[in-house]
């Protein structure tokens, strides 16, 4: 490898077009005054990505590596050279629910000649993506498990933590509904000379204020609620006052099912589901069969997945409680989250253009009506972590230290400025305290923890504890080596349901870790083909156990969605 020595005591930016030019693996010598480490740390950050691979570590002849305080994270816009080139106008496009943010952003997306769309759910960056190609604008999908490239394309929909904050773009459009660490790194890092953030009012403050210190240009444009949310004085009582086009909502997936039942116990309608566990295509195809007037599916029963930006044809919400347990404990819901929720009814332009919302015990009714009147709480700080480099860098000047040890370092004693907080990340250490026992690099030890594994879900947790031994122990990893093709079947139970629910998880896990270690993963295809026929199987247990209606006869549902199951599956086979 060739070397080479740069002695610059020079700001941040000589340094960055000075690695612009190098195209090979360099080592890299850097001759600095202690002064500029931290600016210079700051645009090493940014070259090493993780496709590059390129590390970098500080060593100093005098005390100056002490100086570099890697605990500082006071200063997260200085991490982002790029962005901070451009003077970025940026549009917040504020505004409570159904008022047509998403509509305006999405227009300015559509008529620029390049852009990219940061989506909060997959399911979004999906819905972004099919619209822009329709309206002939080529448009690829990147998201963790999935990249699909069109010809052309000037413009990509990706998930927030995607977000590309290396190329130029002319337009760039965000959600806020979540002030995670993925948030902020697209907030202030995505080099765009127009960034769209939609989101609600109460963010405003905030966001003026994390971008005081960027140069950028802020506006913004107020919206107000295109069609009237009308709150109920009267609970829905009994399922026998359930109409089409309400959607109940519940918090627990065994509610779910159970209300499923009730509902359709009393033969008028069929149910569709949509809940956060459920293989993101199956919701978004139990979503477009309750949108479908033509479908007999004409009531939605959903968790607060449903208050995600859908555009569902929702009449009526119907709060089936108004608590929901967080992980901790069962805790009331929050007017932001209520909001959210009861916005889905009476979209404009949907088929139900006045909205309604009320719950089904009368008890909950005063906490309804006031959480819809209430101001939502103006949102303080948002969330930050240590990006890969960092925790490398780090990881270099104390060899013995384990990833959990690192991560718990960082938590613990991380400096920053008052409007951040240091993003949780409880689940990114179960994960570390695993890995750490494996013989593997620290950046693949990283990978595994920034995975989408979901801790909770204990087949999910043995998918990856799996996978991680074996590639820590050959380097490959097969899928068949865990899971055997053509053995999944449709679920008999809610056990079976909830196991195949779990076991999609886990290829939905083998397919990311195939975009990131592509070698060592070599079944992407297998996996999504099964990940595929899980979806199709969920979709028949949910076909097959629930209610059907009178014209047509169960004996014919039966086999006659059989066989049509049989022929979906063999396309994936
Ligand atoms: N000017 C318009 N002309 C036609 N349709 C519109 C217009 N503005 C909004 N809509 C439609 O109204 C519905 C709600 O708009 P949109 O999705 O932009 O709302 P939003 O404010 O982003 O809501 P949320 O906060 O729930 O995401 C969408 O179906 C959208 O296509
Ligand atoms: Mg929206």
């Keep these: 490898m060739a070397s080479l020595l740069l002695r610059r005591k020079a700001s941040g930016t000589g340094v960055s077009r000075f690695l612009h030019g190098i195209t090979q693996p360099v080592a890299l010598h850097l001759e600095l005054k202690s002064g500029d480490v931290n600016s210079v740390s700051n645009v090493l950050r940014q070259f090493s990505s993780f496709n590059r691979k390129e590390t970098f570590e500080f060593t100093s002849s005098s005390s100056s590596t002490s100086k570099f305080d890697f605990m500082d994270l006071t200063r997260p816009h200085t991490w982002y050279p790029n962005a901070r080139r451009k003077h970025r106008k940026v549009i917040l496009h504020m505004g409570p629910t159904n008022s047509g943010k998403t509509y305006h952003a999405l227009k300015r997306l559509e008529s620029s000649a390049s852009g990219i769309y940061c989506a909060p759910l997959r399911l979004l960056a999906w819905e972004v993506a099919k619209r822009l190609n329709k309206a002939k604008v080529t448009c690829d999908l990147v998201t ?313 879900d204990e087949i999910s947790s043995q998918g990856l504890t799996q996978f991680a031994e074996n590639y820590a122990k050959k380097g490959i990893v097969r899928l068949r080596e865990i899971f055997t093709p053509g053995t999944l079947q449709v679920p008999k139970s809610q056990a079976g349901l909830k196991e195949i629910e779990s076991i999609h998880k886990v290829l939905d896990l083998y397919v990311w870790l195939s975009y990131r270690l592509e070698d060592s993963f070599p079944d992407r295809e297998l996996a999504a083909s099964q990940k595929a026929i899980c979806s199709l199987l969920i979709e028949e247990f949910l076909d097959r156990f629930g209610w059907h209606k009178p014209r047509a006869s169960l004996a014919n549902l039966k086999s006659g969605s059989t066989s049509l199951l049989s022929q979906r599956i063999r396309k994936y086979l």
């Design 144 to 456: 963790g498990q999935e990249k699909e490239e069109v010809d052309g394309a000037k413009h990509k929909a990706v998930t927030v933590e995607m977000a590309d904050v290396t190329s130029d773009y002319d337009c760039a459009m965000l959600g806020c509904r979540s002030r995670g660490f993925s948030f902020t790194r697209a907030l202030l890092g995505i080099s765009a000379d127009e960034l769209h953030i939609c989101g609600d009012a109460a963010a405003i403050p905030l966001i003026q204020e994390m971008l005081k210190v960027t140069g950028d240009h802020v506006e913004v444009q107020h919206y107000e609620r295109l069609s009237p949310l009308v709150p109920l004085k009267v609970p829905l009582g009994s399922f026998n006052n359930i109409r089409t086009g309400d959607c109940i909502v519940s918090f627990s997936r065994k509610k779910i099912y159970q209300l499923k039942r009730q509902i359709e116990n009393e033969r008028k309608h069929l149910c569709s589901v949509v809940y956060g566990s459920l293989p993101p295509e199956t919701r978004t195809r139990q979503a477009t069969m309750f949108n479908d007037e033509s479908s007999e599916f004409d009531v939605l029963v959903a968790s607060d997945a449903v208050g995600m930006g859908l555009n569902l044809n929702i009449s009526r919400i119907i709060f089936s409680t108004m608590t929901k347990f967080d992980g901790i404990e069962e805790r009331e819901l929050t007017v932001p989250e209520i909001k959210q929720i009861a916005g889905r009814a009476g979209r404009y332009g949907s088929k139900f253009p006045v909205g309604e919302v009320t719950c089904m015990d009368a008890e909950y009714l005063p906490l309804l009506h006031s959480s819809l009147n209430a101001p939502s709480p103006t949102l303080e700080r948002a969330g930050l972590f240590p990006n890969f480099d960092l925790i490398f860098t780090y990881s270099r000047l104390h060899p013995k230290r384990g990833l959990y040890e690192i991560l718990e370092h960082f938590v613990e004693n991380a400096k920053l400025s008052y409007n951040y907080f240091i993003a949780d990340c409880e689940d990114m250490m179960k994960v570390a305290a695993i890995i750490d026992e494996l013989p593997l690099g620290l950046h693949d030890k990283y990978l595994f923890c920034i995975s989408p594994v979901d801790v909770d």
